[in-house]
């Protein structure tokens, strides 16, 4: 089974170059900052997601922009805010 993460597969709802594009640099910022292979890093996207009632590329949308570039639009600020935490509690969650 590939490692690779399809990034087709988490913007389902749009799949323009820039939703594509985000999401690849989503899933590339968890693969550098904590190591995951791509595969278990789109799992996470995915997994956020649901827990923010938003899509994957919502949600990669506000770790690229909220998070890293600190450029969160009014309509992501409470994304960015959940998956601020989500991130701080992510090492543990890697430990167990």
């Known amino acids: 089974m590939s490692e690779q993460i399809n990034a087709a597969s988490l ?3 749009y799949q323009s170059a820039a939703h594509l594009a985000v999401i690849e640099q989503a899933v590339g910022v968890l693969m550098d ?3 995951l ?3 278990q890093a789109g799992c996470r ?3 956020w ?3 923010c009632e938003v899509s994957p590329c919502q949600v990669a949308e ?3 922009n909220g998070v ?4 969160a639009h009014s309509c992501q600020v409470t994304v960015v805010r959940q998956l601020e935490q989500l991130l701080r509690e ?3 969650t890697l430990q167990a």
Do not use: F, K, N, T
């Open 45 to 47: 996207l995915r997994s």
């Open 37 to 39: 292979p791509s595969a």
């Open 62 to 64: 506000a770790m690229v």
């Open 49 to 51: 997601a649901a827990q």
């Open 11 to 13: 913007c389902s709802h």
């Open 33 to 35: 900052w904590y190591e």
């Open 90 to 92: 992510l090492p543990a």
């Open 68 to 71: 890293c570039l600190g450029r």
